[in-house]
């Protein structure tokens, strides 16, 4: 059953199309992906499903059987006073006012015995159990864990960062029971590890998903299908962003062959009908323009977009040695947040660093940036080393100058120059005399990427540089930095942009930094193998202790047999002996008898001595088992 489907929906902001003929369906449980340029409408697309934005033709269905639900950048939340543990607590409130009753019952059961409050417990608790209430904490604990909001329970949501707000309200939809999530860049404040949670969540999630992101292995590894919005139009194609990009491939080539096909038959209908237009063969001719109208004509599959050109060019090489970082430390509000830090980076090195969020990331990067103050440490920069910053914050930018004004960074450009360069990012004619606080955040990118070209630097330091650009822009700054000469230190959550462009990977945490040689496939691949080792490990330690206590348990219960027969043939002789002292012959024989009575206590004193033995192996013998 379909619990969205778009018919022949068309969409137009004044004079300009924004979708052309859009139709779709999304059905219960499958997980899809929305991709294309910034700008071409994917917004516009899920805000006529949410009902803000009207449609000029078509028709829109929306199951209203089924629960929909939306993270959307703006953040709505019951109360900003709340902690963030009572904020999530909210999205089971009916299941909290039930708990609430059903504590209150059991309070008043103990004081009076009335039937009626017997009867109301027992509806409660079915409920309760009706709606898995009993797991209500292990469901809230698994999705703040996930989202890394174990340090933030008790914080006030009034105090926490966008970033922070953002999780809080991912949280609070992945916990609630809905046909349809509709997820617009869910991976944006989110660091590695929770993107990969994330994956795992969506993955099981017993719904559907419509899912907008930028990070292709994210897309890869949770949608079943893509839509792509290009050219007004929307295609939907089956399988992951890998799946896509192949299909997608596939079906231009085929368009272009039947587009070529096509136009070679025109051609050669109207150069017939050229020559022929007068003569003995105008009336064929005119036969053939007659065909040449009725044909429905294709349109060129080769749709050009226009893409920003990028190519880092350093002035100069640097020498061998780029950087050395000695033991830096940074503390805010006397939270340790960088504990001696040491690290040195060569020339031609690409080191992606990661980690939690919170573990200093972007503090070091702006520390190495000389943007902020270290509490004690020395950053040292190698000779012939002209280093760029790129911040995710955009925090270069000057909001009060406009396009031209930014990037004239020297006396050097012309006009002409900068608006060229302008164009080369696609900035038009109409877009210079824009105000810096007016552009968008993939707008600012390309005016701060912009300003990095013209330092050609040979090293760059760049914090998330992907935010806030698409899957085909970050294709392009992916290929400028793998085809840059200089050195690279960079912070991003964007898993395919790490593989692509780093040789080295720096994990950091409270422990400092520690240091893996290879990209971040190649470094998950290594955890993965240690922890396969260290299973394989704890298997091979578990067969051979197991192997040596077989061996000892044959050994002890060999003893202890050893021991139970010793002990049978003490009491034997004990029996013979005893007869013997009370035998007629040896009554009065007092030498006799008190050969005898030694030997009986000799015989007690080993029986004891082996009951103790016995007993110790007998002890030995249960643990061993027991720990079995």
């Given at each position: ?16 199309t ?57 953040h ?45 417990l ?79 969540f ?8 419509l ?13 079943s ?38 136009q ?240 080295t990977i ?8 520690t ?10 691949k ?6 396969e080792?260290?299973k ?8 051979i202790?197991?192997?040596e ?80």
């Amino acid at each position: 059953m379909d619990i969205v489907q778009f018919n022949n929906v068309n969409k137009s902001f004044l004079d300009k199309t924004i979708l052309r003929n859009i139709s779709f369906n999304i059905s219960e449980k499958e997980k899809v992906g929305l991709v294309g340029l910034n700008g071409v409408g994917k917004s516009t697309l899920i805000n006529i499903l949410k009902g803000i934005e009207r449609i000029d033709s078509g028709s829109v269905f929306v199951n209203n059987k089924k629960n929909i639900a939306y993270l959307d950048q703006e953040h709505s939340f019951s109360d900003e006073n709340n902690t963030v543990y009572e904020e999530i607590k909210t999205v089971f409130s009916y299941e909290y006012s039930v708990l609430n009753r059903i504590q209150e019952l059991n309070a008043l059961i103990e004081i009076k015995k009335d039937e009626s409050l017997y009867s109301e417990l027992e509806k409660l608790n079915n409920a309760f159990l009706a709606v898995d209430g009993y797991n209500l904490e292990t469901k809230i604990n698994k999705v703040i864990m996930g989202l890394q909001l174990d340090s933030l329970k008790s914080s006030i949501i009034s105090n926490l960062s966008g970033g922070e707000k953002t999780r809080l309200s991912l949280a609070k939809l992945l916990l609630t029971e809905k046909d349809l999530l509709i997820l617009d860049e869910p991976t944006n404040h989110l660091d590695l590890a929770s993107i990969e949670w994330l994956e795992g969540f969506l993955s099981k999630f017993n719904g559907a998903v419509l899912l907008i992101s930028h990070d292709r292995v994210f897309l890869d590894n949770v949608c079943s299908s893509i839509m792509e919005i290009e050219n007004k139009e929307l295609i939907k194609y089956k399988g992951n962003f890998s799946d896509f990009i192949i299909q997608k491939e596939m079906i231009i080539k085929g368009k272009l062959k039947a587009f070529e096909k096509e136009q070679d038959r025109i051609k050669k209908l109207e150069e017939y009908i050229e020559r022929n237009r007068a003569g003995r063969m105008a009336a064929q001719a005119k036969g053939r323009e007659k065909i040449l109208n009725r044909i429905d004509r294709l349109d060129d599959p080769i749709f050009n977009i226009k893409r920003m050109k990028l190519r880092f060019n350093p002035k100069y090489d640097s020498n061998e040695n780029v950087l050395e970082v000695a033991h830096i430390s940074k503390s805010f509000d006397n939270e340790k947040i960088l504990n001696d830090i040491s690290f040195k980076l060569y020339k031609g090195e690409k080191v992606g660093i990661i980690g939690k969020n919170g573990s200093g990331k972007s503090t070091l990067l702006k520390i190495i940036a000389d943007k902020l103050k270290k509490d004690s440490g020395e950053i040292k920069l190698g000779n012939r080393v002209i280093m760029s910053y790129f911040s995710q914050n955009n925090e270069s930018l000057n909001n009060n100058n406009n396009l031209i004004e930014e990037i004239n960074t020297s006396i050097n450009y012309i006009e002409e120059d900068l608006r060229r360069l302008l164009a080369a990012f696609l900035f038009s004619a109409e877009d210079i005399e824009k105000k810096i606080s007016s552009l968008s955040g993939g707008e600012k990118v390309r005016i701060s990427l912009i300003k990095m070209l013209q330092q050609e630097a040979n090293f760059l330091i760049l914090d998330e540089p992907t935010n806030h650009l698409d899957i085909y822009s970050i294709e392009i700054l992916e290929n400028a930095l793998e085809e840059f000469s200089g050195s690279i230190l960079l912070v991003s959550h964007n898993r395919h942009f790490i593989d692509s462009i780093c040789n080295t990977i720096y994990v950091l945490d409270e422990n400092g930094l520690t240091e893996f040689k290879g990209n971040y496939d190649e470094y998950k691949k290594s955890l993965e193998r240690e922890k396969e080792d260290t299973k394989n490990s704890v298997g091979r330690d578990n067969y051979i202790k197991q192997k040596e206590n077989l061996k000892k348990i044959s050994k002890l219960k060999k003893s202890i047999s050893d021991f139970e027969n010793r002990v049978k043939k003490i009491n034997e002789e004990k029996e013979k002996l005893n007869k013997l002292m009370f035998d007629s012959n040896n009554s009065h024989n007092l030498t006799r008898l008190n050969e005898l009575q030694d030997k009986i206590t000799k015989l007690d004193e080993e029986e004891l001595t082996i009951l103790e033995e016995w007993e110790k192996m007998s002890d030995e013998l249960e643990n061993i088992n027991d720990e079995a």
